[in-house]
């Protein structure tokens, strides 16, 4: 689980709730029409943008924020130099009984039993590395999509609000519950946006860069590996992308 998400949110909106208690009740800031607005509105504007079937899929991957462990890449180079080693003893067939329960060097592995050549298994894996690559980003997308969406749906509430005031300033029992449109669904559109949305954007694709990191490394090292590669020049080469901290063998 990365705390790191979880600590954030709940400080986030803990720190929130706080002040407003020290001033008021959490009731002061419960607005139907407001959530009507800001979350109907960024919904629908989404089923517009894109695909049901994207946005569906986006709230699973969101909760790789949540429970995502980071790829551990030196692990990963420790496991492809330890197949080079038995691929240079017992050649390459001997890879046929190591199992990994990622499917993406499992793949790999595969076509290297199978014969492929260097070159096409190169080019296979860094197709495969693309479209996972094209995924993640559809849904960072999405969640910069609400990020950009949550305050202008926010603005349009305030300005409903607005109108539906300065239209019964004679009655002043509507004052009220109008200028509680207004403000509200500002204060919803923002904290969707800047405490919800954007971090979650940033902290996937994060999580993004990293795995696409660890399968650079598989690339290279099962590519290196088909090649005969010296299992010790290519820990070197695999090496570069640990932090110059990691990188003495």
Same mark, same amino acid.
């Given at each position: 689980?990365?705390?790191?998400?979880?600590?954030?949110?709940?400080?986030? +909106?803990? &720190?929130?709730?706080?002040?407003?208690?020290? !001033? !008021?009740? $959490?009731?002061?800031?419960?607005?139907?029409?407001?959530?009507?607005?800001?979350?109907?509105?960024?919904?629908?504007?989404? +089923?517009?943008?894109?695909?049901?079937?994207?946005?569906?899929?986006?709230?699973?991957?969101?909760?790789?924020? +949540?429970?995502?462990?980071?790829?551990?890449?030196?692990?990963?180079?420790?496991?492809?130099?330890?197949?080079?080693?038995?691929?240079?003893?017992?050649?390459?067939?001997? $890879?046929?009984?190591?199992?990994?329960?990622?499917?993406?060097?499992?793949?790999?592995?595969?076509?290297?039993?199978?014969? =492929?050549?260097?070159? +096409?298994?190169?080019?296979?894996?860094?197709?495969?590395?693309?479209? $996972?690559?094209?995924?993640?980003?559809?849904?960072?997308?999405? &969640?910069?999509?609400?990020?950009?969406?949550?305050?202008?749906?926010?603005?349009? !509430?305030?300005?409903?609000?607005?109108?539906?005031?300065?239209?019964?300033?004679?009655?002043?029992?509507?004052? !009220?519950?109008?200028?509680?449109?207004?403000?509200? =669904?500002? &204060?919803?559109?923002?904290?969707?946006?800047? &405490?919800? @949305?954007?971090?979650?954007?940033?902290? $996937?694709?994060?999580?993004?860069?990293?795995?696409?990191?660890?399968?650079?490394?598989?690339?290279?090292?099962?590519?290196?590996?088909?090649?005969?590669?010296?299992?010790?020049?290519?820990?070197?080469?695999?090496? @570069?992308?640990?932090?110059?901290?990691?990188?003495?063998?």
């Amino acid at each position: 689980m990365d705390l790191a998400t979880v600590i954030g949110l709940v400080m986030g +909106f803990g &720190l929130m709730v706080v002040a407003i208690l020290m !001033g !008021g009740t $959490l009731r002061m800031f419960l607005d139907a029409p407001s959530l009507m607005i800001v979350l109907g509105g960024v919904v629908a504007t989404l +089923f517009v943008k894109y695909r049901m079937s994207e946005v569906l899929s986006t709230m699973v991957v969101v909760t790789k924020a +949540f429970v995502n462990e980071r790829p551990d890449v030196e692990r990963m180079i420790g496991q492809l130099i330890d197949m080079a080693n038995v691929a240079r003893k017992d050649g390459i067939l001997a $890879l046929e009984k190591m199992k990994s329960p990622d499917p993406f060097l499992q793949s790999a592995i595969n076509h290297c039993v199978d014969g =492929a050549d260097p070159d +096409f298994l190169e080019v296979v894996l860094t197709k495969n590395l693309d479209y $996972l690559t094209a995924r993640h980003q559809r849904s960072i997308s999405i &969640l910069d999509t609400i990020a950009e969406m949550a305050p202008a749906f926010g603005l349009v !509430g305030t300005l409903i609000g607005l109108v539906q005031m300065l239209a019964n300033m004679s009655d002043p029992n509507t004052i !009220g519950p109008a200028m509680a449109l207004a403000l509200m =669904a500002t &204060l919803y559109g923002a904290v969707l946006a800047n &405490l919800v @949305a954007t971090p979650l954007s940033g902290k $996937l694709t994060l999580y993004s860069e990293d795995e696409q990191l660890v399968r650079r490394v598989i690339i290279d090292g099962m590519v290196g590996i088909q090649k005969g590669s010296n299992p010790r020049m290519l820990q070197e080469a695999l090496r @570069a992308a640990l932090p110059p901290k990691k990188r003495s063998v």
